[in-house]
């Protein structure tokens, strides 16, 4: 998949969820939330696993922060502790022992993780070195 198709699809989740809060309750919108969710781990797991490419890994965090925000600002709780429960899922993903080059999508993960709660919905700051493993895994 290349970027700018990841970028496309974090895209729709964040203007799919807002728009449909007018025709929703909050279970569906709960529901739908749950989709985007799982739709930003399937993103995650393909870039890190099988494509190694952390640009693509990080339009999926992104769009788990929308989620994030989204719950918060709709005080769908339901839906906050599902976007916790997709970090440890994760998580969970990237302990391979057999895999020595997920490192810097660990890191990613925890910064992304501990950016959750700052109000923007911008990629989160990355050190040097990372922006450089990031930028080299998406040519």
């Keep these: 998949m290349p970027s ?4 496309k699809i974090y895209f ?6 807002p728009a449909s809060k007018e025709n929703l309750n909050a279970r569906e919108l709960t529901g739908l939330g749950s989709e985007a969710l799982q739709i930003s781990l399937n993103m995650y797991y393909d870039a890190v696993i099988q494509l190694n490419n952390l640009l693509i890994a ?5 769009g788990i922060k929308d989620v994030y925000w989204y719950s918060k600002k709709l005080k769908l709780n339901a839906l906050t502790e599902k976007v916790y429960e997709t970090y440890k899922e994760l998580e969970r993903h990237l302990i391979r022992p057999e895999r020595t080059d997920l490192e810097p999508a660990k890191t990613i993960l925890q910064i992304y993780k501990d950016d959750l709660v700052v109000p923007s919905l911008t990629f989160a700051v990355l050190p040097d070195y990372l922006n450089e493993i990031v930028e080299n895994s998406s040519k």
């Design 58 to 62: 990080q339009w999926a965090l992104l």
């Design 4 to 7: 700018d198709i990841a970028a």
């Design 12 to 17: 729709l989740i964040s203007t799919f969820l």
